[in-house]
T-cell receptor, first 114, second 113 residues
Framework: EPEVTQTPSHQVTQMGQEVILRCVPI?????FYWYRQILGQKVEFLVSFYNNEISEKSEIFDDQFSVERPDGSNFTLKIRSTKLEDSAMYFC????????????FGQGTRLTVV | RKEVEQDPGPFNVPEGATVAFNCTYSNSASQSFFWYRQDCRKEPKLLMS???SGNEDGRFTAQLNRASQYISLLIRDSKLSDSATYLC??????????????FGKGTKLSVKP
């Protein structure tokens, strides 16, 4: 069964450092998303990406964040200068079409900023 | 104002019990509705979509009341493996929106032997 894969599973970084989280969406999917979940809190939408550009972003997704699809398979989330409050589980998701709104989630990257 | 609200839980029930989860959403423009399941420190996984007519999948029944902006999930004959957090999720999916998912905080279910 095809799945969304994320690497690494756990990333520890020092405050102020840049971090890149990687995702390989399901191959025939067209819509890509990043969500985050701070420990004990709800899953929150960060950004959606379609046709090589951001289609929607939340208030959380400020100038410190960026996304890229550098090739045909990877979808990355970059945090330029990490803060302690960026510590969270980051989930990548994809779905094939807008109308099919079932999103398939990757297993997540746990980011710990120290 | 919270967009998606759920019973806070936790729900501790014996095996075989019937348990019901409720959820309300604030935005009447919401278009699609789901129940996701999340195991501890894992990704959310779709349990079932929720349709206006109500729908059933084995032991699970979901209901939607658009007028009241209310969604429910009923689990019959609960199993130990049903222990998880159940997330109520809505999708705007209108106009130019790609339809990002809006999650509730979840209700934790613990099924005991």
């Amino acid at each position: 069964e095809p799945e969304v894969t994320q690497t690494p599973s756990h990333q520890v970084t020092q405050m102020g450092q840049e971090v890149i989280l990687r995702c390989v969406p399901i191959s025939n999917h067209l819509y890509f998303y990043w969500y985050r979940q701070i420990l004990g809190q709800k899953v929150e939408f960060l950004v959606s990406f379609y046709n090589n550009e951001i289609s929607e972003k939340s208030e959380i997704f400020d100038d410190q964040f960026s996304v890229e699809r550098p090739d045909g398979s990877n979808f990355t989330l970059k945090i330029r200068s990490t803060k302690l409050e960026d510590s969270a589980m980051y989930f990548c998701a994809s779905n094939p079409t807008e109308m099919n709104t079932e999103a398939f989630f990757g297993q997540g990257t746990r980011l710990t900023v120290v | 104002r919270k967009e998606v609200e759920q019973d806070p839980g936790p729900f501790n029930v014996p095996e075989g019990a019937t348990v019901a989860f409720n959820c309300t959403y604030s935005n009447s423009a919401s278009q699609s509705f789901f129940w996701y399941r999340q195991d501890c420190r894992k990704e959310p996984k779709l349990l079932m979509s929720v349709y206006s007519s109500g729908n059933e999948d084995g032991r699970f029944t979901a209901q939607l009341n658009r007028a009241s902006q209310y969604i429910s999930l009923l689990i019959r004959d609960s199993k130990l493996s049903d222990s998880a957090t159940y997330l109520c999720v809505v999708n705007m999916n209108y106009g130019g929106s790609q339809g990002n998912l809006i999650f509730g905080k979840g209700t934790k279910l613990s099924v005991k032997p």
